[in-house]
């Protein structure tokens, strides 16, 4: 994998796009571009399109669509002479996504979908603890720690989030649906589209996304290709 190339997971939450994306980064020398953080960077800066997501961000609204592909259109200059990057929050919708077509030009758009069972999702995220003091996640359903209630690292107390109940990932389940089953109908039409067994362990996930972005695994081959897609 040598040339540049913009790499777009989509998962629902707890799908693992993170750790998948920790371990792309480290692998293929990739850059990471998250839209949300590079949002809140321009918005802290005296310029007509900072002060525009500012005013936004505090009126507590979504961003537009345009403005979110101009921070992307900005950001990807410095990601050129790389060997591609991969998307955090971007495309959200069928619109960004053909923003996102106009912005790369050339520049070839790899789209990996971890599919992940809802009960599996509910499983992982409900059973996530945070420490209030270093911030270690522990899963008391994986990797419970040593005293209930107490994180390993620093003796802190450990905690669920809101976002984590069961009855609230549900939800947050509904609304990925519905916001990215058109994201997927849009790629999936494209040989750019790959979609990946998450239910599977990280190691094997990874291994997957990696032989794909490499070449080593054909449509032949992979029984994780859904039928009319190619591996690109």
Known sequence: MTECRILVLLGAPGAGKGTQTTKLVQKFRMKYLS???????????DTLLGNQARESMERGELVSNELVAQ???????????????????????????ELLEEIAGETPIWVINIRVDEEVVITRLSGRRHCVECGKIT?????????????DTCGAKLVQ?????????????????????P??????KKGC?????????????FER???????????????HLSAGQSSA
């Open 35 to 45: 839209t949300g953080e590079a949002l809140r960077q321009k918005a802290g800066e």
């Open 71 to 97: 921070v992307v259109r900005d950001c990807m200059t410095d990601f050129r002479d790389s060997t591609g990057f991969i998307l955090d929050g971007f495309p959200r919708n069928r619109s960004q996504a």
């Open 139 to 151: 899963n008391v359903n994986f990797s419970p720690p040593r005293q209930e209630g107490v994180c």
């Open 161 to 181: 989030r809101p976002d984590d109940f069961p009855n609230v990932v549900q939800r947050r389940l509904q609304v990925y649906r519905e916001q990215t089953k």
């Open 183 to 188: 994201l997927t109908d849009f790629y999936s």
């Open 193 to 205: 589209y790959f979609e990946v067994d998450g239910n599977l362990d990280t190691e094997t996930v």
């Open 209 to 223: 996304i990696s032989a794909h972005l490499t070449g080593e695994e054909s449509l032949a081959g992979n029984p």
